[in-house]
């Protein structure tokens, strides 16, 4: 597809109102374009038409999404054991059976960038360290949402605790199936935002990212990564798997 259809080419044929309205609904703060909006939508898009019904179609599904995002006090919404989804979906950009075998004898968690102790983690240190647990709401940019239960460290002490410049900008994950992707620095720092070793009580299961998953409880699905080998920190963008292919980046609060 080589015809690319900004907002802003949108906006001058007319459409204003509307897209600078579900344009801000779909936190899309950059461009967007027919790619990107393909990929989030999973439609062939051809036509002006398309586009503003996809829109529509996203948009009523982003008010709720905002709604559990965006909390006036900047905090992620968190909900009792009774509000949990079972079965908690399982979702990558392959099937559950290419879930990645991740052997806990050998698996080292490497550090890299700005950071001054780089030593590498071994499963028993990390889960060593304080743990706390959190039940919040998991957002797939893919149109699904569902309650789960995770326990780790906070992400901000650990990076503190390594020596990180908390002052760079961002935060980037490298993982064992090859995904990766980066957030921003406040919301590494985020109180909420944990580095996790078990899903409802139990060890994390490989579906779910063994031997870890970052929870970013106020960012979208694809900004939580699984199976972490590496962390690094950088002034240099970094992108992201989806991100590199039109996703926004931010995605979140
Ligand atoms: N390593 C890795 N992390 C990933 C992904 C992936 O494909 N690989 N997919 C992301 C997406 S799009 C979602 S919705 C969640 C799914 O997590 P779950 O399987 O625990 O539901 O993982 C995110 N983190
Ligand atoms: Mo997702």
């Not at 109180?191 to 409880?217: C, E, H, N, S």
Request: net charge neutral.
């Amino acid at each position: 597809m080589k015809k690319i259809i900004t907002v802003q080419n949108l906006l001058s044929k007319g459409e204003s109102s509307t897209l600078k309205h579900l344009q801000r609904r779909l936190f899309l703060r950059q461009s967007l374009t027919l790619g990107a909006l393909s990929l989030l939508s999973g439609c062939q898009i051809t036509e002006q038409k398309d586009v503003d019904q996809i829109l529509h179609a996203m948009s009523a599904w982003n008010d709720r999404v905002q709604g559990w995002l965006f909390d006036p006090r900047k905090l992620a919404p968190e909900y009792p054991e009774s509000a949990i989804t079972h079965p908690f979906p399982f979702n990558a950009f392959y099937d559950e059976d290419e879930v990645p075998v991740i052997d806990e004898a050998d698996y080292r968690l490497e550090l890299a960038g700005l950071i001054q102790d780089k030593k590498p983690w071994a499963l028993p240190e990390l889960y060593a360290l304080p743990q706390v647990s959190q039940i919040t709401r998991h957002v797939c940019v893919e149109g699904w949402s569902a309650i789960g239960k995770w326990s780790g460290t906070p992400f901000g002490a650990f990076l503190k605790r390594v020596g990180a410049d908390t002052s760079a900008k961002f935060v980037g994950f490298k993982c064992d199936d090859d995904y990766y992707t980066s957030i921003d620095m406040a919301t590494a720092l985020h109180p909420q935002t944990l580095l996790t070793f078990r899903y409802a009580d139990q060890i994390l299961p490989a579906k779910y990212g063994f031997p870890m998953k970052l929870r970013v409880p106020t960012k979208l699905g694809f900004k939580n990564p699984k199976h972490i080998r590496a962390i690094f920190v950088t002034n240099e963008y970094p992108g992201g798997y989806w991100e590199d292919q039109g996703y926004n980046w931010f995605s979140g609060s």
